[in-house]
Structure formats: structure tokens, C-alpha cells
């Protein structure tokens, strides 16, 4: 079966603006049980991420805007690639949120708990199971 992110994803995702307030970003993330938010300019275009981590380090600062603790590297998927594209930046880059796009607007959010619900689901085909170990002095 081949997966794409848009199969995956979360939909109708909530943003927030570089200069709401932190509080702002706390409030939501608690009401609607998130643990990162897009960061988006007035033309909604993607330039940073807010994330439970980062309202943990804000010390207080409930008034400061978002822009203030937001991380500015954000990575982004199109929600037409394969689903194991998404899985591997998010291995590679130890991150757990990507933001998913269409032609550079936000159309979606994908989580690693997004692909723990794959595996779980069992919608995946293993390939090239391994035999065993391998290796200098391994079998097979």
C-alpha cells in the first residue's frame, strides 16, 4: 500500500501569528490538546513553529509575542509525498511535528503519533524483511 502524507495527516490545523502572545499560544495548545503550532505571516505563509517544549522555556514571559520562542527552522512536506519521506525527516532531523504544504500554504500537520497510528493500524508492507543479523560476520 502506498501511503501519502495527506492520508496521514491532521487537517484544518490551527496557527498563530509571530506577534500573539505567548499566553495566546498556551491557551490554545491546552484547549485543543496540541503540542505545536504552525507560526504563520499575514500572507500564511509558514516562518516558524511553537511547541509545548518551547512554552516550557519561556519563564514566565506570558505576555512576550510568540516570535520570542518560536523555532524559525521549520520543516515542511508536500501532502502528495509518500509517508515514509516524512518518517525519515523527522528520524533524521529528531523532530516529532512537520508542517505539511501546498504550494506553501499550510494545508495540514503531521505528527510522529500520526505514524505510530499507521504502524498500529497495520497499514504499512515491511520491505526486504531482514533474515537475521548481518554484517562482517553475520549470515546471509
Do not use: C, W
Not at 496521514?8 to 502572545?21: G, K, W
Not at 511547541?51 to 519563564?59: A, E, G, P
Not at 500554504?105 to 510522529?112: E, K, L, N, P, Q
Amino acid at each position: 500500500m502506498y501511503v501519502k502524507v495527506r492520508d496521514l495527516m491532521t487537517a484544518n490545523v490551527l496557527t498563530i501569528r509571530p506577534y500573539h502572545s505567548v499566553e495566546r499560544a498556551r491557551k490554545l495548545m491546552d484547549s485543543h490538546q496540541l503540542s505545536a503550532l504552525p507560526v504563520v505571516d499575514s500572507d500564511d505563509l509558514v516562518v516558524g513553529m511553537v511547541s509545548s517544549s518551547d512554552l516550557v522555556r519561556t519563564n514566565g514571559s506570558e505576555n512576550s509575542p510568540v516570535r520570542t520562542i518560536m523555532s524559525t527552522r521549520v520543516f515542511t512536506i508536500s501532502e502528495y509525498d509518500a509517508v515514509h519521506s516524512v518518517a525519515r525527516m523527522m528520524r533524521n532531523r529528531h523532530i516529532h511535528h512537520v508542517v505539511v504544504t501546498n504550494e506553501k500554504r499550510v494545508v495540514g500537520m503531521i505528527s510522529s503519533y500520526d505514524l505510530l497510528r499507521l504502524v498500529e493500524n497495520h497499514r504499512f508492507v515491511m520491505r526486504n524483511a531482514p533474515n537475521g543479523p548481518r554484517g562482517k560476520h553475520g549470515t546471509g
